[in-house]
C-alpha cells in the first residue's frame, strides 16, 4: 500500500468519525431543546446537568474511546505491515 492511498484512508476514517460526532451532537441538542429552543446560558445549564448525571462514567466513556482509537491504529499497522 503506498502511502497515499494510506493517508485517503486514514482521511476517510477520521471524516467518518468526525461525522458520526457531529452527529451525536446534533441528536443530544435536539433532545435537550425538546420542548422548543433555549436560551444560550439554558443550553449550557442543560449540558452541564446532563455532565453531572454522566461524571462518575467518564473514565469508563474515556477508556472506551482510547481502545477504540488503539484498535484502529493496530489494525492499520498491521495492514501495512502486510502490504510491505
Do not use: C
Amino acid at each position: 500500500m503506498s502511502i497515499t492511498q494510506m493517508v485517503s484512508k486514514t482521511m476517510r476514517r477520521m471524516s467518518a468519525f468526525l461525522l458520526f460526532a457531529i452527529a451525536i451532537g446534533m441528536v443530544w441538542i435536539a433532545y435537550l431543546w425538546r420542548n422548543g429552543p433555549l436560551t444560550p446560558q439554558e443550553s449550557v445549564a442543560e449540558v452541564m446537568s446532563t455532565f453531572e448525571i454522566l461524571g462518575p462514567f467518564a473514565i469508563l466513556l474515556d477508556v472506551i474511546i482510547i481502545i477504540a482509537i488503539l484498535w484502529g491504529i493496530r489494525g492499520a499497522y498491521k495492514e501495512q505491515r502486510k502490504d510491505g
